[in-house]
């Protein structure tokens, strides 16, 4: 359990810890100089008897109000508080805004050490006691114990130390699930190591040996040595603070700094400028209105940016609202992590707000389908006992879409097969292909089927003569979002509910017959019998209109018109052949390539066919490419048998 001091400067934060741990945790010379903490201090200190293998680490942070952004990234790793007032000043602005801090940042169990009662009467510490349990009353500490101590006498040290250790006994494992992820909150050369960096593993896990990456630079390192609660170890996981010793060519101190990432080297956390987050005002804040600009701290890094509010214009104190951060520099958040939000001159804590989307689209933000699928994720936020879970996501959506695995998976740092099979477990539809993966509700999958019926319905007596509609086509009429390589399999799917038919490329209701128009009815019964007079080498679209005086325009759609009927091939450029001559036709390929072991040969078949020898050639080459026949040097062997042409 990683415990984090909190309170007002001069309050005896570091002293407690001392006192607790043995360690002065104040390594600065500065901060030794001065007596002041500046950046956070470390204490792992050895477990007492009777708490074998039970691990217990404190951060102390700074108090100071100048120093508001150390004690930020010191605070991104705490689990617990230890809220630290001293009996002589009492309630302070740094204790109540470092509380408000480490309650945006989702921290809810805490203990309060009230110091230096050596300073004050009895009656002085049971006043500022009463103090503490009115003002915790509101918050998510309150009740939490109060123990009055003397840091300088030891006493009431001891009970509080036995406290937090049967506290760290009884903290429950943590969730290792998810890509690792480390916040790199300190950079320093170890002599005969090389560059080690320390931070707090916000996911994942990691072992010595294993490939990372660094962000935002992007460089690979190797792992080559972890400590982990000042302990050399071979693996680290989630929620313990921890050194990593990295190598690599590019590996440098200069290139690394507090703020930086260090995640597993297939993580797909990148850099965002955009992310979508559930924004909570503190009651104590003014107002926020649309793009007010403000200070962003998350985990150990600083940037600044605007608030985008989603549900309105104005956000009052104590409310909740969706909104959008628009950062000047980019942080590499998952769903989830907190993010503290401070006002444009930095000397106020105003918000909290937690990661919802971290690649949100650039357009329609406040649209209601967008809105619905924030809230949706919001449902899967983490708690304090429980970790980003998509298994609450599920019940919450009814999109007209599918959800695109791959792209949910990277925004809440699981791997995709984790996510697919929460969807599967809430009773979704996973479909996978290639790099795709999409989860698809029933609903949705209903009323998609609805929509290709009722699209069919409308080609079908738009364009009553064609066999059906092209499967693409259909496509992008009834789910222009859904890939062509997922469409298809529910076509086949659909099939055996025994409404759809399908036709080569074509897919049509059942109940269709395509229907040459009144019209083109009678023409054909003029133009068939024109192709039948010669039924090999029938006349062209334009002979057939310069003999019938028709537009060439006219003919050639009756003809393609007739071709989707089946009643006749197109062979090549406006020449088409009646489908009983094409059948003849392919007759006598496979007669003549029985009686020749080679193959059929264009001259042999121009003789047989009684046409000339340029026609012959455009004739084997449409069964070549129909697949009927293939071409092995100057012949043809027939590949396809059964391949009917009636």
Not at 148 to 163: D, N, Q
Not at 345 to 369: C, H, I, Y
Request: charged letters at 25%.
């Amino acid at each position: 359990m990683i415990v984090g001091t909190a309170g007002h400067v001069d309050h005896g934060k570091t002293a407690l810890v001392r006192a607790l741990t043995g360690v002065k945790t104040d390594r600065l010379k500065e901060e030794q100089a001065r007596g002041l903490t500046i950046e956070a201090g470390y204490a792992y200190p050895d477990p007492p008897p009777g708490f074998d293998g039970v691990s217990l680490g404190f951060i102390d942070v700074p108090g100071h109000e100048r120093f508001i952004a150390n004690m930020l990234s010191g605070a991104a790793g705490i689990e617990a508080m230890l809220l630290v007032v001293a009996a002589d000043d009492g309630i302070m602005p740094q204790t109540r805004e470092h509380a408000r801090i480490l309650e945006l940042l989702g921290v809810t169990r805490a203990w309060v050490a009230l110091t230096k009662i050596d300073r004050v009467d009895g009656a002085r510490v049971d006043a500022v006691s009463a103090d503490i349990d009115a003002w915790l009353a509101g918050t998510p500490f309150a009740g939490s114990p109060i123990f009055p101590l003397s840091s300088l006498r030891g006493e009431g040290v001891e009970a509080l130390s036995e406290t937090l250790w049967r506290a760290a006994a009884d903290q429950p494992g943590r969730d290792d699930s998810g890509s690792f992820r480390l916040a790199v909150d300190r950079v320093f050369i170890k002599s005969g190591s090389g560059v080690v960096m320390t931070g707090t593993i916000r996911a994942g896990s990691v072992h010595t040996g294993a490939s990372v990456r660094l962000l935002p630079s992007g460089l690979v390192a190797r792992v080559r040595g972890l400590r982990a609660q000042n302990r050399e170890v071979e693996w680290a996981g989630h929620g313990e603070r921890c050194a990593i010793n990295l190598s690599g060519s590019d590996i440098e101190r200069d290139r690394v700094a507090r703020g930086d990432w260090v995640i597993g080297e297939h993580s797909p956390i990148t850099d965002r400028r955009r992310l979508d987050v559930t924004l909570r005002l503190l009651p104590e804040s003014p107002p926020l209105t649309h793009w007010t600009p403000v200070h962003l701290h998350h985990a150990s890094a600083h940037v600044t940016g605007r608030l985008s509010l989603l549900e309105g214009e104005t956000l009052m104190p104590g409310e909740t609202c969706l909104a959008q951060l628009v950062l000047e520099s980019p942080l590499q958040p998952a769903h989830g992590d907190a993010i503290i939000v401070r006002d444009h001159g930095a000397s106020r804590t105003l918000a909290g707000a937690r990661v919802l989307d971290v690649a949100p689209p650039r357009r329609g933000a406040r649209k209601q389908e967008r809105l619905a699928w924030l809230r949706a994720l919001r449902q899967a936020l983490p708690t304090a006992v429980a970790a980003t879970s998509p298994d609450r996501l599920w019940p919450a959506l009814d999109v007209n879409h599918g959800v695109d695995i791959v792209a949910l998976a990277a925004n809440l740092n699981l791997a995709t097969a984790t996510v697919a099979a929460s969807a599967e477990r809430a009773g979704w539809q996973v479909m996978t292909s290639g790099a795709v993966c999409l989860a698809l509700s029933d609903g949705y999958l209903q009323r998609l089927y609805r929509k290709v019926l009722a699209r069919l319905a409308e080609m079908h007596e738009v364009e009553p003569s064609m066999r059906g509609v092209e499967i693409d086509r259909l496509r992008r009429l009834s789910a222009p979002d859904l890939p062509a390589s997922l469409f298809r399999p529910l076509l086949a799917r659909w099939k055996d509910n025994g409404d759809l038919v399908q036709h080569g490329p074509f897919v049509a209701l059942v109940s269709h017959r395509a229907t040459l128009s009144d019209v083109d009815s009678e023409r054909w019964k003029v133009v068939q019998p024109l192709l039948a007079a010669q039924p090999f080498e029938p006349p062209r679209v334009r002979d057939i209109a310069r003999q019938l005086a028709w537009p060439e325009t006219d003919v050639r759609r009756l003809l393609h018109n007739c071709a989707l009927l089946g009643e006749v091939y197109q062979l090549r450029q406006d020449h088409f052949f009646l489908t009983p001559a094409v059948a003849t036709l392919a007759d006598i390929i496979r007669q003549l390539d029985t009686v020749s072991p080679g193959g059929v040969a264009a001259a042999a078949f121009r003789d047989r066919v009684g046409c000339g020898r340029k026609l012959a050639v455009a004739i084997l080459e449409f069964f070549d490419r129909i697949g009927f026949t293939r071409r092995v040097g100057d012949s043809h062997k027939v590949i396809r048998e059964d391949m009917l042409f009636a």
